[in-house]
């Protein structure tokens, strides 16, 4: 697939009329190759058109978002998700990034910022909507934890700390690239590696999130 | 210890283990009744997974003949430590036997009365266990066997202390009331523990019902009255998207018991009321993300007072441009908010000077109060308005 054809696009959401605002509102930008509305017909959609990027709602009856998320990264890992969701409630997307996603936009957006946040997860990098940034630097604060095994892991540089603080005053990747003076790269391989402490890191305010979405097993 | 039977009764009457260990043990050294009492209990009380030892061991067909022949071993043991004249006093293991079958049977009708063995242990279940409780035990052949477990107790009791009296021409009141009292224990024990479950489950359903019927109540004053303002309005799009922000706000804030009235003790809560009222008033989206909190002493209020006048701003002259961005950071040294909009932008240079707003309300307002607070253009368009103060200990 070449980086200038449109993406192809599943979109899973529980309401139809919200998958057909999607469609319309993302027009020519993306190709929608598929629909789901349950967990079980995303499973099997995406397994028979094996799309680059999933929209993935995070609140479905049968377990929602992170049901598709694990039964399809058990299959295959060759298809990146991004969660669509009203919710912002912390547990919810920092649950949804643990299991996988690769971002997390609010309904709210727009059509090109959604086609954008597309974009960038197809090419492999993170999207991190204001309010996720927050909720990271939240569970990431400088408190000194009772358990931080991996420093590697468990802390976030001060670089990264800057580049997420500018994501949550409203700024946009480039726009982050112009005010630090750095390129859009280097925010884009920032940003992943917040990204990948997130999914791996036991900090204790992570693991606490992770555990009441039953994403790990206590004990 | 050996068949789980101590603390199994301990578990169930919320006692450490070792006391009932000890009663055991001490019931054994005097008469050894303890381990008649011990075996009895092994076998008919419910162990924690529901099922009885009897059950586990028989496993269905051949049981009757299991029972009999370990009836018939048991009796020719007894037989036996008889003759060889290692037998204790009748008057004390007789009566002891019968208390310990009449205990069993007791425990037996109340703890896995017919219908509601396996509600008891899924307590979500609940409904099916309400039903199904009341009337269980009061059923005919449960209530005479709960009548013989009475009987014999009773008579077990009324033996010991027959027995006793002849053995002691004084008759010892002391150890007649204890025995009462344990007789009486024996029998109502496991009555009183099934009420306090009835009225626990009771008490689950009703609050359960008051929760939905709170819920019901919410979502009619809110939810549906905004529905019905946003069909009379259909026709004006800027109110209707007002009226759907302002009812997502709502929801959102109760979904996260985040009480929206009280805001005096709180940077955060504050926050989200002055980006609400703006919204109100403006109509454009304010989006605030907060990082850490803190109470509203003087400098968080100076700072508090700073941002409303910076989104106000922002919504007056950028509102209709896109979203409001305002982020919050709170740290052990220093508050920190920015405002940033995406409107026309203009020059903080040549800011003029009737605009009494940003020079008194925002950058006045931040530099007495030890903070500071600067205006640019933020990169790719718009403007940006950085609050900066440091707190002060404690």
């Known amino acids: ?219 | 210890m050996i068949a789980g039977v101590c603390s199994g009764i301990a578990e169930r009457l919320g006692i450490d283990p070792i006391i009932v260990r000890l009663a055991f043990l001490g019931a054994t050294m005097l008469s050894g009744a303890g381990l008649l009492a011990y075996a009895l209990a092994a076998v008919f009380l419910p162990s924690a997974q529901g099922d009885r030892l009897w059950t586990r061991f028989s496993g269905g067909r051949g049981s009757l003949e299991i029972a009999v022949g370990a009836g018939l071993l048991a009796l020719s043991g007894v037989l036996l430590l008889r003759a060889t004249g290692w037998w204790f006093s009748d008057a004390i293991v007789w009566p002891a036997v019968a208390a310990a079958v009449g205990g069993a049977l007791i425990w037996h009708q109340f703890t896995a009365a017919p219908g509601d063995g396996t509600a008891a242990t899924a307590p979500l279940d609940q409904e099916a266990q309400a039903e199904g409780a009341k009337p269980s035990f009061l059923r005919g052949r449960a209530l005479s066997k709960i009548g013989l477990g009475i009987a014999l107790v009773l008579g077990a009791a009324l033996m010991f202390l027959w027995a006793n009296g002849a053995l002691s021409a004084a008759g010892d009141a002391v150890l007649a009331a204890t025995v009462v009292v344990v007789a009486l224990g024996l029998i109502f024990a496991p009555l009183w523990w099934r009420l306090g479950r009835n009225l626990a489950t009771e008490r689950g359903e009703r609050i359960r019902s008051q929760e939905r019927a709170e819920l019901g109540a919410h979502l009619h004053d809110s939810v549906l009255q905004t529905l019905a303002l946003v069909q009379q309005r259909a026709g004006n799009p800027r109110e209707v998207a007002a009226l759907a922000r302002r009812q997502e706000r709502e929801l959102r804030a109760w979904l996260q018991d985040r009480p929206s009235a009280r805001t005096g003790d709180s940077l955060a809560a504050a926050l989200g009321a002055v980006a609400a009222d703006v919204e109100d008033a403006h109509g454009g989206a304010v989006e605030v993300v907060t990082v850490g909190d803190c109470a509203l002493d003087p400098a968080a209020d100076a700072v508090l007072g700073a941002a409303r006048e910076a989104i106000l701003n922002a919504a007056k002259f950028a509102g209709a441009a896109g979203p409001i961005d305002v982020f919050a950071e709170v740290t052990p040294a220093s508050i920190e908010v920015f405002v940033r909009d995406r409107g026309p932008g203009f020059d903080p240079n040549v800011i003029p000077v009737d605009r009494h707003g940003v020079r008194e309300s925002i950058i006045g307002r931040m530099e007495r109060h030890g903070g500071s607070a600067s205006l640019r253009a933020g990169a790719g368009g718009g403007t940006e308005v950085e609050l900066s103060v440091g707190r002060t200990a404690g």
């Open chain 1, 1 to 219: 697939m070449s980086p200038t054809s449109p993406a192809r696009v599943v979109i899973v959401d529980d309401h139809g009329l919200f998958r057909s605002g999607v469609r319309t509102e993302l027009g020519d930008l993306v190709e929608v190759v598929g629909e789901a509305a349950t967990v079980e017909e995303a499973v099997e959609c995406i397994a028979r058109l094996a799309p680059e990027v999933v929209l993935l709602d995070v609140h479905m009856p049968d377990g929602g978002g992170l049901e598709v998320i694990r039964r399809v990264t058990a299959e295959s890992t060759a298809v990146s998700f991004l969660a669509l969701s009203v919710s912002d409630a912390a547990e919810d997307v920092i649950a949804v990034i643990r299991a996988g996603a690769r971002g997390y936009v609010t309904k709210t957006i727009s059509g090109p910022d959604l086609a954008a946040a597309i974009e960038r997860v197809r090419a492999g990098d993170a999207v991190f909507s204001p309010r996720l940034a927050g909720f990271v630097l939240d569970a990431f604060a400088d408190q000194p934890g009772p358990a931080e095994p991996d420093p590697e892991l468990d802390q976030l540089t001060a670089r990264e700390r800057e580049v997420l603080r500018h994501i949550a005053r409203g700024y946009m990747y480039k726009e982050v690239a112009l005010r630090l003076d750095i390129s859009a790269k280097t925010v884009e391989a920032h940003v992943s590696a917040v990204l990948r402490k997130l999914q791996l890191s036991n900090r204790h305010e992570l693991s606490r999130w992770a555990m009441q979405h039953r994403l790990v097993d206590p004990e």
